[in-house]
């Protein structure tokens, strides 16, 4: 995938956007008046789907949202449309006007009372999980939900095309993955990532130089990332081999006999309280021999936001030093 | 049942995440058996044997088949305790242990004095006791993970759920001493506790030093209890299931009945967590998951058959 392709296809996509908004709202602008029939409805309404395959009818002029993560609120600011948020969890600390909007809860524990009585268009939530209960509770009260769910670099990027399609700011959001993606291209050319439509794993990881790497999410119990996650697909971008690529589930809890037996040459710490150095288990592994284990910021790696292309930066700096003199 | 056990412990010695050449041994695969596999299969056999003899000294002492660690808050003590320990004391290997112990033996004392009345020691009121000072216990330890930090308790909540993968060489000897003095304690009451099955007055009449007996065995469980959850979280069914069984094939002899439990408590667990390490590898499930699962529809058939 290389960048003029992408740049082809953000604009064939913002320009069908355009053509299918001006197609879909031949009305008056400002019509206030309620819908009387469907034909009616959909002057006001329009549907775009989430990362789940929903179909989600939206107002047309979306004004009032929730957040129900940090990943999403601050994709919501980077598109231009923080102003629109009145709600957002305990856990959004990014940027610093999300910390002074109203609170609904955390991620986990949503409160549904504080969400209704914010009366918003749309909430976003960030997995499926325990999404049918929420969701239907806050369909029946007109509020649509958008799940989000990007599992790579492309997941996020798509996020942020949807966001902006949906608060109308295409502008901001198209300039927005464009310097997103110049950054990753960046790396790419220097790194020689991504790897080749028709090139084999093994040859991609050989010619890149990939350095074998694991990712601790907790030192005890041992939680790493896996197949699902959108981390390993960073890993790759930042030509790295992630060890444990192949194992199922996005942040699987990994056998200690597994992890041992892995012997990875650079260990990346998610950066919180639980986790400041390696398990025992790697204790002679190359990553701890060389003194190459790294910490991350956990909000810069665990929120696939913006902000994670920063952590592909310095993820890459820290696989490959001697590439990035600088 | 010795015997049972050395096989047990050999086949959990060779299954696991990785495959180990006992004949031909990498320095890996050393590290594998001797840093990772075996302390884990040890902590096993001494949590199922805790949790196995101290159902086995609740039930004859309270002459009630429900009697278990669980049910009476003994291991709601010991997990808040360790919480406690966990939030509050630096990185100590021995701090939890010994908070657990405490938290353990603070919630039997606890449940002991609301189940006594005028009239004496009331079954019915024991259990009812336990079982509030479980929940009280249940809903402290949940409302102390939502108010403290989210990053310090993300292990802790999941240690909860009954869990052997971190277990050290240092824990492994903490939980043997503790299983080793209670099994001897408790053994060493056992005919005081035959006595005290067909009664407290009988007891009495027979000589028995009932305050004493109570006290030790309580003081026994307590110290069992609190090691085992301090080492590995909530794994139910094995204090209530394998006394049950020890009883259905040699009677009801606590002489018997309690070093018997013991080695079948260890027996259960390793078999449980040689399951929840190897079904999914190199992924792995919470072993009080798997007791659970084998425990209950057990339960199930004693209840039927006996």
């Given amino acids: 995938m290389n960048l003029s392709r992408n740049r082809i296809v953000t604009v064939l996509l913002a320009s069908l956007v355009l053509a299918s908004c001006r197609g879909g709202a031949p009305g008056p602008s400002g019509n206030a008046a309620p819908a009387q029939n469907e034909a009616a409805a959909n002057v006001n309404l329009r549907i775009v789907t989430d990362d789940l395959g929903r179909s989600i009818s939206v107002p047309v002029k979306v004004t009032r949202v929730v957040s129900t993560a940090p990943s999403v609120t601050e994709s919501i600011f980077a598109v231009g449309a923080g102003d629109r948020l009145v709600g957002v969890t305990t856990f959004c600390n990014y940027p610093e006007e999300a910390k002074s909007i109203a609170k609904i809860g955390d991620t986990m524990t949503p409160n549904m009372e504080s969400i209704v009585a914010l009366k918003p268009d749309i909430v976003f939530v960030s997995t499926a999980s325990q999404i049918e209960s929420f969701s239907k509770t806050l369909e029946q009260n007109g509020i649509a939900v958008y799940v989000t769910n990007p599992a790579s670099l492309d997941g996020v990027y798509h996020n942020l095309e949807q966001f902006g399609i949906i608060f109308n700011t295409t502008k901001v959001s198209t300039e927005l993955i464009d310097a997103l993606r110049t950054r990753e291209w960046r790396i790419g050319q220097t790194l020689g990532t991504p790897m080749q439509r028709d090139e084999l794993p093994a040859n991609f990881y050989a010619r890149v130089g990939a350095i074998k790497t694991f990712v601790q999410i907790s030192k005890e119990p041992l939680f790493t990332i896996g197949k699902g996650s959108f981390l390993s697909d960073i890993i790759e971008s930042a030509a790295g081999l992630s060890v444990t690529a192949t194992v199922e589930s996005a942040f699987p809890k990994l056998s200690k006999e597994t992890a041992l037996a892995l012997t990875p040459e650079v260990i990346i710490l998610s950066d919180s309280l639980d986790n400041q150095e390696p398990n025992e288990v790697f204790k002679n592994s190359p990553a701890v021999k060389n003194g190459r284990v790294y910490k991350i910021n956990a909000d810069l790696i665990s929120r696939p936001g913006p902000r994670i292309v920063d952590a592909l930066e310095q993820i890459a700096k820290y696989l490959h030093p001697e590439k990035f003199p600088d | ?306």
């Fill in chain 2, 1 to 306: 049942m010795v015997a049972l056990l050395g096989v047990v412990l050999t086949v959990a010695a060779m299954l696991g995440a990785e495959s180990v050449s006992f004949f031909e041994m990498t320095e890996q695969q050393r590290s594998i058996l001797f840093d990772i596999r075996l302390p884990r299969i040890l902590l096993g056999a001494c949590v199922g044997a805790s949790l196995a003899v101290a159902g086995a000294g609740l039930q004859s002492l309270l002459r009630n088949p429900l009697a278990e660690p669980y049910l009476l808050g003994v291991s709601n003590g010991a997990a808040l305790g360790t919480m406690l320990a966990f939030v509050f004391v630096a990185d100590s290997e021995f701090a939890r242990p010994v908070m657990a112990f405490a938290g353990a033996g603070l919630a039997t004392v606890a449940v002991y004095r609301m189940a006594q009345s005028r009239a004496g020691m009331n079954v019915e009121r024991l259990v009812l006791s336990g079982v509030i000072v479980t929940t009280f216990l249940s809903s402290v330890i949940v409302m102390l993970t939502t108010l403290l930090d989210a990053a310090k308790l993300r292990s802790f909540t999941f240690w909860l759920l009954g869990d052997l993968s971190q277990a050290t060489t240092n824990g492994v000897w903490i939980s043997l001493i503790a299983v080793v003095i209670g099994t001897i304690v408790l053994t060493s009451q056992a005919r005081a506790l035959n006595l005290m099955m067909i009664g407290e007055r009988d007891a009495v009449d027979f000589g028995v030093e009932v305050g004493r007996v109570r006290m030790l065995t309580f003081g026994a469980a307590s110290l069992v209890v609190g090691a085992a959850v301090a080492a590995s979280g909530s794994v139910g069914y094995v204090g209530l299931i394998v006394p049950h069984l020890i009883r259905l094939s040699v009677g009801s002899d606590n002489r018997l009945v309690v070093p018997l439990s013991a080695i079948a408590g260890a027996i259960f667990v390793v078999f449980a967590d040689t399951i929840a390490r190897t079904a999914i590898a190199p992924r792995e499930l919470p072993v009080g998951a798997i007791t659970a699962l084998i425990g209950a529809p057990l339960f199930i058939y004693l209840l039927r058959k006996g």
